[in-house]
């Protein structure tokens, strides 16, 4: 019902010739730079201002080469591929991280703003979290763990947390595989787009203003936190992100320890979001995960969907972003998301620490800290 309601989405813009889909737009218009041998991280000519708003291409050469597939399609079409693969990798995150999926978890998905917004954006994040999920928490053995968390980060860079994952919790040729298939899936596009690559790699990969501003309050980044805060010196910056780094390293070695990969990986993909340098809120589509890890746990799950609804950012005033650093307020609703990992961090290590380390004999059973 879902796929079918969003196919009447599609097919009604289609036919009204009305802008749907901003980052699928982007996709697609990225492939065809390659197709016609135009310069891929320079305005993108087969962009409609009106659907993308002239955004540029932010993603590594090889992400272009596997859109190729969506040139060819109406920009429409290609939103509805993206948004039908975020429905069912939504659906597979949920089951795995929950087991079963609860009605009541399931009900609450369409009011995270995470997901809505994941959704009318076109944004391929969820597909990447799936890919990312199947690797890390694969139902059953596989002969090629590592291949699909190297080709997510070959796509999209922040999933190369996700490798040193894998290192942290023992799983060294899976880790050695991941990096592998990152480097060579890198080589392919640098074959391919020799130009573009050298462009990418020598600037286009640190250049924020590429993709936004960061101190607008959808970015819910450590960086963003701190612009906002009016603390610009990239030194802070680089000073909390290695502490966070540190923190989530001892955490997901004590999940691994404790027989929980997936309260491990959670920690994972929260770091990711906290020290990147731009997260807006569709990255942490993560949520999903996290809302399945807490079914049964109705008090936590509904703290969680009353702020990942985003009606704390929703209240900041439209323009306010750097006079927040002058209301207390103000702080505490522009950086929700941001605040909650970094507490939730911190009872997490707390707890840890005053629990002793026992493995439980089925390695499937989680620890309940919340």
């Not at 597939?69 to 949920?94: D, E, K, M, N």
């Not at 954006?121 to 597909?127: D, T």
């Not at 929700?336 to 089925?362: E, I, N």
Request: aromatic residues 10%; hydrophobic residues 60%.
């Amino acid at each position: 019902m879902v796929l079918a309601a969003l196919a009447g989405i599609a097919v009604y813009h289609w036919l009204e010739g009305t802008p749907l889909g901003t980052d699928s737009a982007v996709y697609r218009a990225g492939a065809l730079a390659v197709l016609h041998g135009q310069p891929l991280y320079e305005p993108l000519s087969a962009l409609d201002p009106k659907s993308a708003l002239e955004l540029p291409f932010t993603y590594p050469p090889v992400a272009a080469l596997l859109f190729l597939p969506l040139a060819g399609l109406p920009v429409p079409l290609v939103w509805l591929l993206l948004a039908a693969g975020s429905v069912l990798a939504v659906w597979s995150v949920l089951h795995r991280f929950a087991g079963t999926t609860p009605l009541v978890v399931l009900g609450a998905l369409p009011v995270l703003e995470p997901v809505w917004r994941l959704l009318s954006l076109g944004q391929i994040n969820a597909v990447l979290m799936v890919l990312v999920v199947a690797d890390v928490l694969p139902a059953r053995t596989r002969r090629y763990g590592g291949v699909l968390v190297g080709l997510a980060a070959a796509v999209k860079l922040t999933p190369l947390i996700f490798i040193a994952h894998l290192f942290l919790t023992g799983r060294r040729a899976e880790g050695w595989r991941a990096l592998a298939t990152f480097f060579g899936a890198s080589a392919v596009g640098v074959l391919v787009l020799p130009g573009d690559s050298w462009r990418y790699w020598s600037s286009a990969v640190v250049d924020n203003r590429n993709a936004g501003s960061v101190d607008w309050v959808l970015d819910q980044s450590l960086h963003g936190l701190l612009v906002r805060l009016g603390v610009t010196s990239i030194a802070w910056y680089a000073a909390l992100a290695a502490l966070c780094l540190a923190v989530a390293a001892i955490l997901v070695r004590d999940f691994h320890r404790r027989g929980d990969p997936r309260a491990a990986l959670l920690v994972s993909a929260g770091c990711a979001l906290l020290v990147s340098p731009l997260s807006w809120t569709h990255h942490w589509i993560w949520v999903v995960a996290l809302a399945g890890y807490l079914a049964g746990r109705w008090a936590a799950l509904a703290g969680v969907v009353a702020v990942f609804t985003g009606r704390a950012l929703a209240a900041v005033p439209e323009g306010a972003h750097r006079e927040l650093a002058w209301d207390p307020f103000q702080v505490v609703l522009g950086n929700a998301y941001v605040l909650v990992a970094l507490a939730a961090g911190v009872v997490l290590t707390v707890r840890l620490r005053l629990r002793p380390a026992t493995k439980p004999a089925d390695a499937t059973t989680d620890v309940a800290l919340f």
